[in-house]
């Protein structure tokens, strides 16, 4: 019987079989060992590399304008004169004073201590100063009002050429705010703003020939004064200059000249030109 078996199996293996890996035979199955599977190596795991830690370092900022922000990045982080922890690296970098944004650069920080320097443009930090001056006088946004700080700050910025500050310290010369009443150094600050153009120093100016404050008195001078200011159109100058056309002074006596500059003023609502039309009939 054993012998006929293996006959068998060995016609089932000549025809082919009946399935890859089983032989079918009378009374059982044989099963065809498997073939073994070829040895697979497992992958080398990657070794995680350590992170980086970040390096941080202090750097100083200085900057040459008063109460000067300091934007890192583009957000802000406060005073710009003072030293500040950064991340090793190139930071974006900005300067505002009072809202006037004048100074942006690029900083590298790669070691401790290291100093930048924001130098701003002489007008900005002028405009800086002049913000600080008129806080002082006026004493706003937290500032205690004192017109010698005022006046400190206001000549700070006149002598960088700011106009507005050197009718300021005109001002404060002419009421005695801060410094020692003097129409002379009045009508020298007004004088400097004036001839930049700048409109309410031109008024002042000519409010100072009017009336011979600091100056010889001239209508005409006055009138030169207040023409370029009104011309520019500073209310105040207007009605003034409406007021040397009614009365004649340092022009040829105009009514109609005199209601058509106190229309102009009465229009921004100056109450004085107001007035005087009314007085005229208008």
Same mark, same amino acid.
């Given at each position: ?32 060992? %498997?073939? %073994?599977?070829?040895?697979?190596? %497992? ?29 890192? +990045? ?23 004073? +009072? ?15 290291? @100093? ?8 900005? +930090? ?8 008129? *806080? ?17 700050? $206001? ?47 031109? $008024? ?29 159109? $500073? ?18 006596? @105009? ?15 100056? @109450?004085?030109?107001?007035? *005087? ?6």
């Amino acid at each position: 019987m054993k012998r006929l078996k293996w006959i068998w199996v060995a016609v089932a293996l000549m025809v082919g079989g009946t399935a890859v890996g089983q032989i079918n035979i009378p009374g059982g199955s044989i099963q065809k060992p %498997p073939v %073994p599977a070829a040895k697979q190596r %497992p992958k080398p795991k990657k070794q995680a590399r350590p992170k980086k830690q970040a390096k941080y370092y202090d750097v100083t900022f200085n900057c040459n304008a008063y109460d000067a922000d300091l934007y890192i +990045d583009g957000d802000y982080v406060g005073d710009a004169n003072t030293i500040w922890t950064l991340k090793a690296g190139s930071h974006a970098v900005k300067v505002v004073t +009072d809202y006037y944004n004048d100074y942006s650069t690029t900083i590298n920080v790669s070691s401790n201590n290291k @100093s930048f320097d924001l130098t701003l443009s002489e007008k900005s +930090d002028a405009e800086s100063q002049y913000m600080l001056a008129v *806080n002082y006088y006026e004493g706003r946004s937290g500032f205690p009002q004192n017109y010698s700080e005022a006046v400190k700050h $206001f000549l700070n910025a006149a002598n960088k050429g700011h106009a507005k500050s050197q009718n300021w310290i005109g001002y404060c010369y002419e009421k005695g705010n801060g410094v020692t009443q003097s129409y002379a150094e009045a009508v020298k600050w007004y004088r400097k703003a004036a001839e930049q153009g700048y409109a309410a120093a031109q $008024f002042n100016l000519g409010h100072c020939y009017h009336y011979g404050n600091g100056v010889t008195q001239s209508y005409t001078e006055a009138v030169n004064w207040y023409r370029q200011a009104a011309e520019q159109g $500073f209310a105040k100058a207007q009605n003034n200059l409406g007021v040397c056309y009614e009365e004649g002074y340092g022009v040829t006596k @105009s009514v109609t000249e005199a209601v058509k500059w106190y229309r102009k003023a009465a229009e921004q609502g100056n @109450s004085k030109a107001k007035n *005087n039309l009314r007085r005229l009939g208008y």
